[in-house]
């Protein structure tokens, strides 16, 4: 298009820039439009109530444990490369519920970080009274 009328001078070279330009936000553009299609089905297929994945700890570089819920049991699987094992069935009573004990969501960050920083000065004054206690 532009680079058809385009010249061999300045005005060619800055016409060719800014075609690379138009085609570079159109395929950036096609890329947003495709990427949110692709979540938005996902998210639609991911909908069923009936399996769920409780959490996952890492064991290895490719092995994890899984506990998941199919209907209203729990089980514990073990995930490898090539394979998924059923290591056992748990009641619901023994899981513990740990997504809000750490850290609450209305919390700030500078408030979560003021708390931290004041437990890490209180273990290192801690730490140099017993030092200076060594040494007397």
Same mark, same amino acid.
Do not use: H, P, W
């Given at each position: #298009? ?6 061999? %001078?300045?005005? %060619? ?22 990427? +949110? ?7 639609? =297929?991911? #909908? =069923? !109530? =009936? ?8 064991? @290895? =570089?490719? !092995?994890?444990?899984?506990?998941? +819920? ?9 995930? %490898?490369?090539?394979?998924?094992? #059923? ?10 519920? @740990?997504? @809000?004990? !750490?850290?609450?969501? !209305? ?9 931290? *920083? *004041? *437990?890490?000065?209180?273990? @290192? ?12």
């Amino acid at each position: #298009m532009f680079i058809l009328l385009a010249g061999s %001078g300045t005005a %060619g070279s800055i016409s060719q820039l800014i075609t690379v330009f138009i085609i570079f936000i159109f395929v950036l553009a096609i890329t947003v439009f495709a990427t +949110r299609f692709v979540g938005g089905y996902q998210k639609l =297929n991911g #909908m =069923n !109530k =009936n399996l769920e994945v409780i959490e996952t700890t890492r064991i @290895t =570089n490719n !092995k994890f444990l899984q506990i998941i +819920r199919a209907g209203e049991k729990y089980f514990v699987i073990g995930v %490898g490369k090539d394979e998924i094992s #059923m290591l056992v069935e748990i009641d619901k009573e023994t899981l513990v519920d @740990t997504s @809000t004990d !750490k850290i609450s969501l !209305k919390e700030s960050f500078s408030d979560i970080l003021a708390a931290e *920083t *004041t *437990t890490v000065a209180s273990l @290192t004054t801690g730490n140099d009274k017993d030092k200076s206690d060594n040494n007397e």
